[in-house]
């Protein structure tokens, strides 16, 4: 009975995001999600200082593999990062981790950012090839106001790890220029999960630095520049066997932007970046450890693009010309406890250089007041070169005949209708996309997949993954109710995976063997989910939302890390400067689970969440205080998600203080 109520309750969906609208009339139904603490919804944010990856939970398309209580891993519609794209600001960023501990969304903070850009298949090829989709992290700017100077104090205490958050940011802007600064920290001890039970080297500290700068050189033109400067230390994966002692990213880039005083053309806008991560992976702080390693790797990257925008008669247009180049180099030397033994060095991966160059067109052709057609296409060369000779003759020792650079031409395409009318909103689309292997599947050297238990080894043979994609919506709103369906089926062809190689030898202590990325004939992903809120009065809310993944190779076994039924219903009370939200949120019985990939089966969960805050204003200044409790049942579970079966963190009691003056 207790799962049926369940069950019914999430029927009622919700969690309706702002919609990014253009020019024309009818909306696309790109989903944004407002995250920063300086944008102007913040406010309406439950909890103004939780991490980027507790925002993007909350998109019905965005979901995340834990390792730990840090830099969570984003995959959209059951996709990992292989099959995705993560920008900031359009910049093409690259982890330097072999076993994605430090995803792009970890080198950011909501206190600099205004919201998340979420695309679906396809639709987010903008940047660059995709098959699952895209996210593009906006950073908060004001531009060219009057606004003079503005300062933002932040500060929050979470009681469950003892995490200690204190921020600040300095803004200021006239006619000819603005400056934004931010600056937060952070710093936790181990969680506790459910049943007051550590989950030890959950830890982690973290600090990031911001600034972004403008100048208008005339009235069409202005100049801008940024950086961002981020650096985690003493940060622990209880889920995987090393810890990272330090994750340190830098992120700058200069912008031009320029507004032709011509009707066709509404903005150009040209941008040079140039972003560097160091990562280092440790266990020196494990117990038992059969030979100590150390695995630092690093990743560089140049990149531009040039974007242009604007209209003609009943179509708008967009044109993005980008590019980048990248180094990803990454190495492990293990120390063997005999110290008469000599040390074993190898590259995991072998210096690899890419370079990607792109055009994206785009034009969304207005058919009448209520209709509109979008079509774009994306057509890519990418080449990767091996500079390691020392890496190449490894990976000839599996491939003989294997040279050292290697060229792609990577192509899609989509066409989407869209429909709203008297509240009535529907769209319809397909596309075809293609993407080039990623450097762990084209050239990783012995990495090990502690979640299977396989060392894995690239292919640089593998052809082009390429997708067939279907995708529909429908939603309706009035006064009191919204809600939209919407469903995406992603047939894909050469589909990459691992599989087992019995004629090759493990090199980590305990492996399970061998793994070769190979490609499937094809897989099948269907991404599904429901939304919907009711305004019960002026100030109560009913909201909640449906999740359901399902994912099949060509032999019609389970792939991996695909959402089972996954509800949340909450209901809301906004009375003028106070507000307060009561959440049920869970998922149903992993069911549709595979072993070959290192799934078991995980339960069923219900958790309840509460939250309330009051805005306070004197004068020219305010003051947000939020509170509130999470997990207030103290439940132990894990989810789909969790690597190796992590539980989640246990009751904790957080509160948030912004002080804007």
Known sequence: MKKLIVFFLSLSFCFTFSQEADSLKTKELKEVLVVGTKAALHEKQTKTLATLDEFLQKSTKVDLIKRGAYAWEPIINGMATERTVVTIDG???????????????????????????????????????????????????????????????????????????????????????????????????????????????SQFRKLNLSATSGYRLTPNKNIEASVI??????????????????????????????????????????????????????????????????????????????????????????????????????????YPSDPNENLMFMYTWPDVRTLY??????????????????????????????????????????????????SRFLKSFSTNYFYN????????????????????????????????????IGNPNLKNEKSLEGNANIGFKNSKWQTKISASYFHIYDYIIGIPDASVAPMTIGANGIKVYTALDYATILSSDFTVSYQL?????????????????????????????????????????????????????????????????TPDYAIVNANFGYKFTFEKSKMMLNMGVENMFDANYTTYTDWKNLPRMGRNIFINLMFQF
């Open 537 to 601: 009065s002026d100030f109560w809310i009913w909201k909640g939302q449906f999740v359901y993944n399902l994912g099949k190779d060509n032999e019609n076994n389970g792939l991996p890390f695909m959402s089972p039924f996954n509800y949340m219903t909450s209901v809301g009370f906004r009375p003028g400067k106070f507000s307060s939200e009561l959440q049920l949120k869970g998922n149903a019985t992993q069911t549709q689970y595979n072993a070959f990939y290192g799934e078991d089966k």
């Open 421 to 456: 009318k008297d509240g009535i909103s529907y769209g319809f689309g397909m596309g075809y996309g293609e993407r080039a292997p990623s450097v762990s599947e084209g050239y990783g050297f012995y990495l090990f997949n502690s979640f299977d238990g396989f060392d894995y």
């Open 91 to 201: 910049m093409r960023i690259f982890g330097a981790c072999t076993d994605k501990m430090d995803p792009v969304t970890s080198y950011v903070e909501v206190s600099n950012l205004s919201e998340a850009t979420i695309s679906s298949g396809q639709q987010g090829s903008c940047h660059g090839n995709t098959i699952g989709g895209s996210i593009d992290l906006k950073r908060s700017q004001r531009q060219f106001t009057n606004a003079g100077w503005e300062f933002f104090v932040n500060s929050g205490y979470e009681t469950n790890n003892r995490q200690k958050i204190i921020g600040s940011a300095i803004n200021y802007a006239d006619s000819l220029f603005y400056v934004d600064t931010d600056v937060m920290f952070r710093d936790a001890e181990n969680y506790k999960a459910g049943n007051d039970k550590e989950i030890r080297f």
């Open 229 to 334: 400067f981020d650096r985690a230390t003493d940060v622990g994966y209880p889920a995987l066997p090393m810890d990272v002692s330090l994750a340190e990213a830098l992120i700058t880039s200069i912008k031009f932007n320029y507004k032709p005083s011509f009707d066709s053309i509404d903005n150009w806008e040209t941008k040079l970046y140039f972003n560097t991560i160091t990562h280092t992976m440790d266990d020196t702080k494990r117990p038992d450890v059969p030979i100590h390693m150390d695995m630092p790797g690093w990743s560089d990257t140049f990149g531009f693009y040039s974007k242009v925008n604007g209209k003609y008669k009943k179509h708008q247009f967009l044109a993005n010309l980008n590019s980048f180049y990248n180094r990803s180099v990454a190495e492990m030397t293990m």
């Open 357 to 406: 160059t792109g055009i994206y067109l785009e034009d969304n052709f207005e058919i009448n007041c209520h209709s509109n057609v979008k079509v774009n296409t994306n057509l890519g060369f990418h080449n990767n070169n091996v500079a390691s000779d020392f890496g190449l003759q490894s990976l000839q020792i599996f491939y003989p005949e294997m040279e050292a650079s290697k």
